[in-house]
């Protein structure tokens, strides 16, 4: 067995004509897409790293907005309990000054009738008396006497 030197030459400058073309052709593709598809990866990654800081804030603005309505909220309550209280306050004591002024006035009407049922039996209190004198002294005393007694008995009454 012999090495034909022509022949290995021709496979070794064939060897590397399909080595030169397999990198100029195939590998140097293969590579661009390769390192396209790594840097779109770490695109990604990057991307996604930063929509998470980003959602992170976003939550936690969340948060202090939702903390900030809670203390608005708890304050718009706390003001309304005690402007409910207060209003209360002064409705009670409204109704109170009502109350007192109908009762005072009630009592006035009260008063007003009183008197006038007390002026009416005393006038028919006073007729009585003079029906009852007359009828007593009718027989004993004359009519001029009569009057003179009734006069001092009703200016007695008045």
């Known amino acids: 067995m012999e090495i034909d030197i022509k022949q290995v030459l021709l496979q070794l400058l064939n060897f590397g004509i399909l080595v030169v073309l397999f990198t100029k ?20 990654q990057l991307a996604a790293e930063k929509s998470l800081k980003e959602a992170a804030g976003a939550e936690k603005k969340q948060a202090e907005r939702l903390a900030e309505a809670s203390k608005k909220a708890a304050a718009i309550i706390a003001e309304a309990k005690a402007e409910s209280k207060k209003l209360g306050v002064e409705l009670i004591a409204e109704a109170k000054n009502v109350a007192a002024s109908e009762l005072l006035k009630q009592k006035e009407a009260f008063q007003k009738e009183l008197e006038n049922e ?14 009852t004198t007359k ?15 009734t006069a001092k008995e009703i200016a007695k009454l008045k």
Request: proline share 4%.
């Open 25 to 44: 052709f195939m590998f140097q593709p293969i590579l661009k897409i390769l390192d396209a598809r790594s840097k779109k990866i770490q695109d990604g």
């Open 135 to 149: 009828t007593v002294l009718s027989d004993s005393l004359k009519p001029a006497d009569l009057k003179s007694i």
């Open 118 to 131: 007390e002026l009416k039996l005393k006038g028919r209190i006073a007729e009585l008396v003079v029906e």
